[in-house]
């Protein structure tokens, strides 16, 4: 974490916290309050400044002064610090007891002051990097793809009518507390029960406050409050969105969940509508942002289907900011067999008609040397990295580790390592944030503090 309170440090020190905003308020205060006793005797004629001058002397003239100013200093302390230290407990168990309230708020203040961050994808690959990128700043925007028809947001899409909730909700709880029991709730899976099996908690949430606030941007927006997240999660688009595969054979594939089991060369992805509507505040965030990150995640039903809103393909081709996509780690049956890096790329740049969509490319230099055996029994391998193809396509290369450590052989992507990669890159590349620079510190400590 970015702050991390010691337990021998007394909570009302926490109010000397640089970077609160809250001393200086306080001071304002007490100026303030007297002022207005100060002015209330003077129009009462009780000449307050007089008679305070005068009980001051008598008291010089009784006593040392080494005696009585420390005396009176320390008693002055005393009662300021008492006083302090009752008004922190006091607010704390207002709002929650046991909350650590300056805490979060001088994360929150650090948080506010990093990079705006535009992450785009969907499904699991997008959830983890948020789980690191929240510990950067807290200026994120995840743009969600809403093509899902399977599974638990499928159903509810279906018998509802509103946009699939599983890939959002992944997100959500991505960018929400990992230690909150809140979170761990939003994420439960229903095991059992007519008609409640397979349905997660969170998709069931987000589908009644959809049904109640009218729109799932309201709903995400009334989750997000709950769960405390940081950032933002906003859908790519309200418009009934559905893909459509164009197979290499001739096939055509109605539905995201159906194109993998097709097993078959994707040439060319579409949506019904046709022109699909990208959301205003989609729009906005790319055109505000410090960074653009695309990807990890299904190539052809996690990325690629928010590029293929003109709107937002053609802002991110407009904007000034740095532009990575992390490419996945290993290629994915019936979507991606036999890819290269180079063709990752290239059906990025294909399907979003604009050149100006990446400046650099994240690429995995390290798998475990026991990598699992059901990769190969699935027909999944290692993207290989072809990187004279990908310096044709004026694409810069960035090989780093994006695994994190485990005996199973199983390749998994870490949030922190990934978080601390894209701090290092952007700093490294743009000057324009000056406050991104203290932010490399935090950084470092990511990968043995984030709850992966």
Request: with cysteine; net charge neutral.
């Amino acid at each position: 974490m970015i702050s991390k309170r010691r337990k021998d440090r007394p909570i009302f020190l926490t109010w000397l916290m640089p970077g609160l905003e809250i001393k200086r308020w306080m001071l304002l205060t007490f100026v303030g309050t007297i002022l207005i006793v100060l002015g209330t005797a003077i129009l009462l004629e009780l000449h307050p400044i007089d008679n305070a001058l005068e009980f001051i002397k008598k008291i010089a003239r009784a006593s040392h002064s080494w005696v009585t100013g420390p005396a009176i200093l320390l008693v002055g302390l005393v009662l300021f610090f008492l006083g302090w230290k009752r008004t922190n407990r006091s607010i704390i168990n207002a709002i929650k007891p046991d909350a650590h309230l300056l805490e979060n708020l001088y994360v929150q203040r650090k948080l506010s002051r990093g990079p705006k961050i535009v992450a785009i994808g969907g499904g699991t690959g997008l959830s983890t990097i948020l789980k690191g990128l929240k510990h950067i700043t807290g200026n994120i925007t995840a743009v969600v793809t809403v093509g899902d028809d399977g599974g638990s947001s499928g159903r509810l899409r279906e018998e509802m009518g509103i946009l699939p909730p599983g890939d959002i909700r992944n997100c959500i709880a991505g960018l929400a507390n990992e230690e909150s029991l809140v979170t761990e709730l939003f994420q439960y899976r229903f095991k059992s029960g007519n008609g409640l099996e397979g349905h997660s908690f969170g998709n069931l949430f987000l589908s009644a406050l959809c049904a109640i606030t009218g729109d799932m941007v309201s709903a995400v927006r009334e989750s997000a409050k709950v769960l405390s997240i940081r950032g933002r999660v906003l859908p790519s688009t309200l418009d009934d969105m559905k893909l459509i595969a164009e197979l290499k054979d001739g096939r055509i594939i109605y539905g995201e969940s159906n194109i993998p089991e097709a097993n078959g060369k994707i040439i060319k992805l579409k949506t019904t509508p046709e022109k699909p509507k990208a959301l205003d505040e989609v729009i906005s965030a790319i055109e505000e942002a410090d960074i653009i990150i695309s990807g990890p995640g299904s190539l052809y039903t996690s990325i690629i289907p928010n590029l293929l809103i003109e709107e937002i393909s053609e802002t991110i081709s407009k904007s000034q900011a740095r532009k990575i996509y992390i490419c996945n780690i290993m290629t994915q049956p019936g979507e991606t067999d036999n890819y290269s890096v180079s063709d990752h790329i290239k059906a990025i740049l294909e399907h979003s008609k604009h050149d100006n969509i990446i400046d650099t490319v994240l690429v995995n230099d390290s798998l475990p040397k026991n990598l699992a055996l059901k990769y190969k029994a699935a027909d999944s391998f290692p993207v290989v990295l072809d990187s004279e193809k990908v310096k044709e396509l004026d694409i810069k290369i960035l090989t780093r580790r994006l695994i994190e450590e485990n005996g199973e052989g199983l390749v998994r992507h870490s949030p922190g390592g990934i978080a601390k990669i894209i701090c290092d890159w952007y700093k490294g590349c743009s000057k324009k944030n000056e406050c991104f620079d203290s932010l490399e510190k935090r950084a470092e400590s990511i990968e043995d503090n984030i709850l992966l």
